[in-house]
Nanobody, 115 residues
Framework: VKFVESGGGLVQPGGSLRLSCAAS????????MSWYRQAPEKERELVAT????????NYADSMKGRFTISRDNAKNTVYLQMNSLKPEDTAVYYC?????????WGQGTQVTVSS
């Protein structure tokens, strides 16, 4: 299993970013995918999850209405569209999946929201 994340960077408050996570090594369309984030000196927290074939979504309360998770099963890629970004959204963002008892993580992409 391998993930390649991209799309992070520096953005001003109120701005937008779109993260991508290209997956390989498993049947992508069959498994739920999630985005997590970890801010400095804080625990890693769930941002959003999208199921496999049905693409049902679920969000942490603080991200609802601002973030949108989506997937393209033809490209084996999951996305996180982030709008109305706030300084408190600054964190390393990771994509994740769980296959049976095993969790798999991307390398993370840094998002910094600052003026």
């Amino acid at each position: 299993v391998k993930f390649v994340e991209s799309g992070g960077g520096l953005v001003q408050p109120g701005g937008s970013l779109r993260l991508s996570c290209a997956a390989s090594g498993f049947t992508f369309s069959s498994f739920a995918m999630s985005w997590y984030r970890q801010a400095p000196e804080k625990e890693r927290e769930l941002v959003a999850t999208i199921t496999g074939a049905s693409a049902s979504t679920n969000y942490a309360d603080s991200m609802k209405g601002r973030f949108t998770i989506s997937r393209d099963n033809a490209k084996n890629t999951v996305y996180l569209q982030m709008n109305s970004l706030k300084p408190e959204d600054t964190a390393v963002y990771y994509c994740h999946t769980k296959l049976g008892f095993h969790s798999y993580w991307g390398q993370g992409t840094q998002v910094t929201v600052s003026s």
